[in-house]
């Protein structure tokens, strides 16, 4: 554990934004979102991730609604949920963001207690339509201050705000190296702009790639639909949950029975209704790579990721769908890869310990190394397995 301190047809699909009810926006002129993107995966769901965290709630509605505070009333009664969430609610931020193109709210975590706040990438740029939004922060007590885009990770999908405030709770980092599948976890966040809402379940699988688009602002921005062409998906290593998680949890917290934070919920799956909500099918973005992600971006305003310089693409198994390793189709002059002694035709079966079973395994688990990483990387050729030591290059090579 450590402190984070400063000195119908199954299918992958992203949530559209929760619209909310008339009575409680203000009316107003605007652009609504786009349409957001699907990202197929060989699984037989719907993800949704990138803007899952936004929701039409306008600013003026997040001004006056007050979070509800974790309450209790029955002393002897109190179980685990209601310590953890205790301990992590204070944490626990509603975000609103606001522009021309349109609006929406998700959740974040406290990092310092001098105002620095950790969320989704796909929150602050609703979903890569702008990275000038007006973005406001309401605190679990019921303040709300106006924040500033220190810098956004869209590779990870994660951003990092600050607020002139102090006094924040920063949330405690808990080793998610050191998760078990069937471990108790508590989500807390703002699904549909509800505050404080804490929802329980469990691990239900670690070491999970799922692939979103990317929340990039670009000449053509907003979440496009995946077909196979054009930019392709992120691929994100992320922890499963079926705790319930619903749009307006984006950016939110994934905490153990301790209250410590173990994941940034990111995404859920549907069954094919892009309108539905929480399945039991949640993910959130490991603690560990969540921690050294914002910590790059309060330093630099941005965060460094690996690169292995090697094109890759699943292993087939013969006759089968299933892939059992991503391929080597080629690898770049002096890369990484090459340096290493990684050849074409070499199949990768692990990554710094990690199982790989397909290119977007491969793909995530490089991506949440920093540059210049050393890895082992585990390979089969000919039949023999070979390990590799690896120090990676910097994936802002090939921009």
Do not use: C
């Not at 992958?12 to 609504?32: H, I, M």
């Not at 301990?87 to 620095?116: C, F, M, Q, R, W």
């Amino acid at each position: 554990m450590s402190e984070w301190n400063r000195s119908g047809e199954n299918q992958f699909t992203f949530n559209p934004p929760y619209r909310a009810p008339e009575p409680l926006v203000a009316k107003r002129s605007r652009r609504p979102l786009r349409a957001l993107g699907i990202a197929t995966l060989t699984m037989a769901a719907a993800l949704v991730g990138g803007i899952i965290g936004s929701t039409a709630f306008t600013l003026s509605y997040l001004a006056i609604s007050q979070p509800a505070p974790v309450v209790v009333n029955n002393t002897e009664q109190v179980n685990w949920v209601t310590g953890a969430a205790a301990n992590a609610a204070p944490s626990v931020a509603t975000i609103g963001v606001e522009d021309a193109s349109g609006s929406g709210s998700g959740s974040g975590v406290a990092l310092t207690e001098d105002g620095y706040i950790l969320t989704n990438a796909h929150v602050v740029t609703l979903g890569g339509l702008t990275d000038q939004a007006n973005i406001t922060v309401q605190l679990w007590n019921g303040e709300v201050y106006p924040a500033e885009l220190v810098g956004y990770d869209s590779i990870y999908d994660l951003a990092v705000l600050k607020i002139d405030a102090i006094g924040l709770k920063p949330i405690a980092f808990a080793d998610s190296d050191s998760l078990n599948v069937g471990e108790d976890v508590v989500a807390i966040g703002a699904p549909l702009g509800l505050s404080s809402t804490v929802t329980q379940g469990i691990i239900s699988a670690l070491n999970r790639t799922i692939q979103v688009a990317s929340s990039e602002v670009s000449e053509n921005p907003g979440l496009q639909f995946w077909n196979g062409t054009g930019t392709a998906p992120i691929s994100l290593q992320v922890i499963q949950t079926d705790a319930a998680i619903n749009p307006g949890n984006s950016g939110g917290a994934l905490v153990n029975s301790s209250g410590e934070l173990i994941g940034i919920n990111v995404a859920i799956a549907t069954a094919g209704n892009a309108e539905s909500g929480s399945i039991g099918v949640g993910f959130a973005i490991p603690s560990n790579t969540a921690e050294r992600i914002a910590q790059e971006i309060v330093e630099t305003g941005s965060a460094t990721h690996g690169l292995l310089g090697a094109m890759v693409s699943d292993n087939t198994a013969e006759n089968s769908s299933f892939s059992t390793g991503a391929y080597v189709e080629d690898v770049t002059d002096g890369g990484a890869a090459q340096s290493a002694g990684i050849r074409a035709g070499d199949i990768v079966v692990r990554f710094g310990g990690e199982l790989v079973a397909s290119a977007s395994d491969l793909t995530a688990l490089v991506r949440a190394e920093p540059a210049g990483a050393a890895v082992e990387v585990e390979v089969i050729r000919s039949s023999e397995r070979l390990t590799f030591q690896v120090t990676l290059g910097d994936a802002a090579d090939l921009n």
